[in-house]
Nanobody, 121 residues
């Protein structure tokens, strides 16, 4: 499985951005996909996850109600629609895939390269 994240960039507070994670590999269709983020000087943290069939979605409390995760392209791509962005959302965002439905980094076997989101006030 290979993952390629894209869509990051600068945005003003209150704005929106959509991240994409395009994957390859047959096992990806059944894998859980998730987004994590890592701000400067902080540990990587879970943001959102979606089940293999796209039916179950779960979020960290910090983004619940502002971010939406989804899958498309025959379950080979994961999206993260981010709205009402705040300066504290500034981070490198990573997509991940794995066989476990979890919120920990170790629950995921495959990682994309990360895309930087910078929210200015």
């Amino acid at each position: 499985v290979q993952l390629q994240a894209s869509g990051g960039g600068p945005v003003q507070a209150g704005g929106s951005l959509r991240l994409s994670c395009a994957g390859s590999g047959d096992t990806l269709r059944r894998a859980t996909m998730a987004w994590f983020r890592q701000a400067p000087g902080k540990e990587r943290e879970f943001v959102a996850g979606v089940s293999g069939n796209g039916a179950v979605r779960y979020y960290d409390d910090a983004v619940n109600g502002r971010f939406a995760i989804s899958r498309g392209n025959a379950q080979m791509t994961a999206y993260l629609q981010m709205s009402s962005l705040k300066p504290e959302d500034t981070a490198v965002y990573y997509c991940a895939a794995g066989s476990t439905f979890g919120r920990r980094s170790l629950d995921y076997d495959y990682w994309g390269q990360g895309t930087l989101v910078t929210v200015s006030s």
